[in-house]
């Protein structure tokens, strides 16, 4: 698991490690490793360090410290190094220092210029390889500042790799909300432990590759909770069921399928398409749009009746294409009744009801995108959701006492109970294709049955089905997720192959 860990929580590791080390220790071992990871970027866009321009971006707090210590190093290794000043009378003394004796030189932003004449800035960009965000980091409150945003314009229109220090200004660590204008970075060098921002979108979109570097908080965090953890393969391999020598189908578990509707048979389709990639031993399809299901997949047991006289089965998945009417208010009344856990998607969602949720005591599992949870949350609007993933997600799973799966641009899965959220670290745009989502609820159902607790299966799923859509992108649809299935399962299991860069978890980075 990569886990992230919140401000105050890093903070608080950061001062117990402090109290135990000569001033300045810390800053100097972020800085380093900080250096350490431009100069391999230096070494990619440019061939070599020595010779190159660097521009550091330095507001007033640590996180400017950080970036004039690493100026410094990189001004000793040959580099030209100019530090752009966002508050000269603020910036850390004795970064500023180091730059300075290493060779470096700074400058005071346009903004911050009282007298004299203020530097060229886009003249300064137009030669430089590489720029180091060091405007602002945990201690960072809301979108850039007007005088930030004016010097961001220049290095954005500049097109210079940008190296964020600690976070990219202007996201919120916690939360991974980007209120206002934000730096867009090529790459993150974090410190001590990821930050919730770093795995959330939008925030995560900001950050380009995350380099984490170990300044030894480990021991200082290890009793402390994250607030949300991202599974790796190794996590997900563990988790995948498979039969044992003495199973027989009705062991591996049967998934319940109640899906569909004469104006919708596809979703059916779809769903028994997931579920019968996700372990269990068998399927079952109650509702109306069998002959659609057999047609497509003749190994499915289907009825036509109610999902209650279809068999028994050790999880349900109700919803996809269901549509709204009595029928399909009694399939969801019908399903919720069951003593089994249930995964709940789509037209589902419109039609359960909180208390009945509420009072199950077997699992259930909400499957929402943004616009069902903004619904499913009395309304509220749907930018609201996709900018506060993490608390929209843990409200819905606290109002309904139930596992939530809300899916987008990040997936993230809350639990009714306290404890850290669940980032999915795959996926990918092409998955925003009609039908992809009742691929994932069949998945998903089919890893219940199998006996996988909601919280796992939801990860689980998640992650084969971001993998499905990478591996059949570009210009997947929903079938070609569900084909995609069988060999990333596969893949995974078979571990621990390092993926092709680009195509699997670290696609998006991180060392
Ligand atoms: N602690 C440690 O041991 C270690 C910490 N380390 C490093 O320290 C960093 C934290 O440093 P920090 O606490 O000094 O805060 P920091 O992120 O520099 O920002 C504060 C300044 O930003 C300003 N500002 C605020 N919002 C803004 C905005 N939206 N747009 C623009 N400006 C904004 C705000 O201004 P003010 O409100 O005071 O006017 C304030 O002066 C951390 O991220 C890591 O890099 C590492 O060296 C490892 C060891
Ligand atoms: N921008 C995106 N990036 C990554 N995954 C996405 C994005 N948009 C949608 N998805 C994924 O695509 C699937 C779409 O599901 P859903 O919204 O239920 O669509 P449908 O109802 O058509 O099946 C979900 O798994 C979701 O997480
Ligand atoms: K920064």
């Given at each position: 698991m990569r886990d992230a860990y919140s401000v105050e929580t890093v903070r608080a590791a950061e001062r117990e490690l402090m109290a135990r080390l000569p001033p300045g220790t810390l800053m100097k071992r972020a800085a380093a490793g900080l250096a350490a990871a431009c100069a391999g970027t230096l070494g990619r866009v440019r061939g070599r360090v020595y010779g190159s321009r660097v521009v550091l971006l330095v507001g007033s707090g640590d996180n400017g410290g950080d970036a004039l210590f690493a100026g410094a190093y990189l001004a000793r290794r040959g580099a030209g190094v100019t530090a752009v000043l966002l508050s000269p009378e603020r910036a850390h003394g004795a970064g500023l220092a180091a730059l300075r004796s290493a060779g470096g030189r700074a400058v005071a932003a346009p903004g911050a210029v009282v007298e004299g004449a203020p530097v060229d800035l886009p003249a300064l960009l137009g030669r430089a390889d590489l720029v180091l965000?060091?405007?602002?980091?945990?201690g960072g409150r809301g979108g850039l500042r007007p005088d930030a945003v004016e010097v961001w314009d220049v290095v954005r229109d500049a097109g210079v790799p940008v190296v964020a220090v600690d976070?990219?200004?202007?996201?919120?660590?916690?939360?991974?909300?980007?209120?206002?204008v934000a730096v867009r970075a090529t790459a993150t060098v974090t410190f001590g432990a990821h930050k919730p921002g770093l795995l959330l979108a939008p925030a995560r979109e900001h950050a380009g590759a995350v380099h984490l570097v170990d300044i030894g908080l480990g021991p200082y965090l290890a009793g402390t909770a994250p607030v949300a953890r991202a599974p790796r393969h190794a996590d997900v391999a563990r988790l995948l069921p498979g039969p044992s020598a003495e199973s027989d189908k009705y062991r591996r578990g049967v998934t319940g399928v109640a899906a569909g509707s004469a104006r919708y048979p596809g979703a059916a389709v779809l769903a028994v398409a997931g579920a019968l990639r996700g372990g269990a031993g068998a399927v079952r399809y109650a509702g109306p749009a069998a002959d659609a299901v057999v047609a497509r997949f003749p190994e499915t047991l289907v009825s036509a009746g109610p999902p209650s006289a279809a068999g028994r089965v050790q999880a349900w998945v109700v919803g996809p294409g269901l549509g709204d009417d009595r029928a399909a208010r009694e399939t969801v009344r019908d399903v919720l009744a069951a003593r089994v856990p249930v995964l709940v998607d789509a037209d589902g969602l419109r039609l359960v009801d909180v208390e009945r949720v509420r009072s199950r005591t077997a699992p259930t599992l909400l499957t929402p995108h943004a616009g069902e949870a903004a619904a499913l949350l009395d309304g509220v609007p749907r930018e609201e959701v996709e900018s506060a993933r993490l608390s929209s997600a843990r409200e819905l799973a606290r109002r309904y006492r139930a596992t939530v799966l809300l899916k987008g641009s990040t997936t993230v899965i809350a639990g009714p109970e306290e404890g850290p959220v669940l980032v999915n670290p795959t996926g990918t745009g092409w998955l925003a294709t009609a039908g992809s989502g009742d691929v994932l609820s069949g998945l998903v159902g089919s890893l219940l049955a199998a006996g996988l607790s909601a919280r796992d299966a939801a990860a689980v799923g998640a992650y084969l089905h971001g993998l499905a859509g990478r591996r059949a992108a570009p210009l997947a649809v929903a079938t070609d997720v569900a084909d995609a299935l069988r060999p990333v399962w596969r893949d995974v299991a078979e571990g621990p192959r390092r993926p092709p860069r680009g195509r699997e978890e670290g696609a998006r980075g991180e060392t």
């Open positions: 965000d060091g405007i602002v980091g945990i976070l990219p200004s202007g996201v919120d660590a916690d939360t991974g909300e980007v209120r206002g």
